[in-house]
């Protein structure tokens, strides 16, 4: 139960990215198939600290893999292309609005590559989704996308784990009876 669990979570954000359905790449599925093994657990009269933690993991997970999913598909299937910024809005980080070689605007933000010298007009690289499923993203994020991979496996390892102890601590063995 505890790979499926994790399986499941992770298949529904990969799905999401794949099939460009908002409801799978928003993690909201993932995030309920996360608390349903939570159920499930609760109902196998798991202790709730360990139930705790599982859902914890899984909610993290859920949230995670769909983003990291896109960004290994973009890797696979995107094009590079030249965006034109259009605006900047300044957060925590820059962030570019740009127009697509076709003259569309995107319909999202991007954080790489746009910096606080980035103007109006400048050229920025972005990957696109050919299919169009995909928001943009910034060009030249093949290092980060190995860190979230690897933030991710180890979470879906953790979350398998801690299930597995979690359903194992939840069988209960007889007391032996006292001899007569």
């Given at each position: 139960?505890?790979?499926?669990?994790?399986?499941?979570?992770?298949?529904?954000?990969?799905?999401g990215a794949l099939t460009g359905i908002p409801v799978?790449?928003?993690?909201?599925?993932?995030?309920?198939?996360?608390?349903?093994?939570?159920?499930?657990?609760?109902?196998?009269?798991?202790?709730?600290?360990?139930?705790?933690?599982?859902?914890?993991?899984?909610?993290?997970?859920?949230?995670?893999?769909?983003?990291?999913?896109?960004?290994?598909?973009?890797?696979?299937?995107?094009?590079?292309?030249?965006?034109?910024?259009?605006?900047?809005?300044?957060h925590t980080a820059p962030h570019c609005s740009v127009?697509?070689?076709?003259?569309?605007?995107?319909?999202?933000?991007?954080?790489?590559?746009?910096?606080?010298?980035?103007?109006?007009?400048?050229?920025?690289?972005?990957?696109?989704?050919?299919?169009?499923?995909?928001?943009?993203?910034?060009?030249?994020?093949?290092?980060?996308?190995?860190?979230?991979?690897?933030?991710?496996?180890?979470?879906?390892?953790?979350?398998?784990?801690?299930?597995?102890?979690?359903?194992?601590?939840?069988?209960?063995?007889?007391?032996?009876?006292?001899?007569?």
């Amino acid at each position: 139960m505890s790979t499926v669990g994790t399986t499941s979570i992770i298949g529904a954000g990969v799905a999401g990215a794949l099939t460009g359905i908002p409801v799978l790449f928003s993690g909201m599925i993932g995030v309920l198939l996360a608390l349903s093994l939570a159920i499930y657990l609760i109902a196998t009269r798991a202790g709730h600290l360990l139930v705790a933690a599982v859902t914890v993991l899984g909610v993290t997970l859920a949230l995670q893999s769909p983003e990291v999913a896109a960004e290994t598909v973009l890797t696979v299937r995107g094009e590079p292309q030249t965006a034109t910024v259009t605006s900047i809005a300044f957060h925590t980080a820059p962030h570019c609005s740009v127009a697509q070689p076709d003259g569309r605007i995107a319909r999202t933000t991007i954080t790489r590559g746009c910096s606080q010298a980035t103007r109006p007009g400048d050229a920025i690289g972005i990957i696109s989704d050919p299919k169009g499923l995909l928001r943009p993203r910034g060009a030249g994020f093949s290092e980060s996308l190995d860190r979230s991979l690897t933030k991710t496996a180890g979470l879906a390892l953790g979350l398998a784990a801690l299930s597995f102890l979690t359903i194992i601590r939840s069988y209960r063995v007889p007391s032996p009876r006292p001899p007569r």
